[in-house]
């Protein structure tokens, strides 16, 4: 299947949300083709390079939809790549290539009670997944966030807990989201588990859901959205190769 070609849209409006988040809001008459459900899919944003090198491309989760708009949230770092120094100096009128959608990764709902876990670079895919939980749904959230002031209001289930965990410096060895998440009672029935972070933070939890917990495939999608001191391109085929270790 031919792959769309990408979308040139334009910056609407961009404004910080948090300390360490801004939204960009991307508009156009290209967006007329977009599906209407693609809240929570991803799209990759295409940066032009110099010298004729190839563009870079950067995966970012698509946090609202409306007609001919939609909403990428950007968690900033100090050391900031392309997508985020760009989502810092952008301006109204501004035009950038998006290529995509891709699919959403919802949790699973046929569960008794619900896990959802991850750092601020999948904060707007664990919204979006809040949103679509059934209004009786229980369980937990939790967000790793670098300080107090990038706490978010989110909309959730009343029977599904929020706790946000303020870790100011990431942990290189990925244990301290888990240890946040092995303290949490384990709820009776079946669970479903939705995580995505960095990668050593997904391998560490993965182990204790997956291994620990006896959680089901079917039930269980934890994905890395990046890696301490690699690109994009080089977490993929790292991502790639663990993946495939996992399936053996």
Known sequence: MTKPAPRELEVIRRHQITKNMCRVTLGGAALDSLPEDSEGGYVKLIFPQTND?????????????????????????????????????????????????????????????????????????????????????????????????????LEHPKGIQVRWAINPHHDPEGNFLTAQIRDLPWLPGAASVWSACEFNSMRSLRQLVKQRRAVPRSHLYISSYWKMGQSESEHKLTKKMDADLWAE
Not at 62 to 69: A, D, F, P, S
Not at 98 to 113: F, I, S
Not at 127 to 137: D, I
Not at 139 to 147: D, L, Q, S, T
């Open 53 to 153: 090198e190839r563009p870079l491309v950067r995966t970012y989760t698509i946090r609202y939809q409306r007609q001919n708009e939609i909403d990428i949230d950007f968690a900033l770092h100090e050391n900031a790549g392309p997508a985020s120094n760009w989502a810092m100096n952008t301006q109204p009128g501004d035009r950038i290539l998006v290529g995509g959608p891709g699919p959403r990764k919802l949790v699973n709902h046929q569960a008794d009670w619900y896990l959802l876990a991850g750092d601020m670079t999948a904060l707007p895919a664990i919204a979006v997944n809040l949103g679509q939980l059934p209004a009786n749904a229980i369980g937990y959230v939790v967000i790793e966030v670098p300080c107090a002031a990038d706490i978010q209001t």
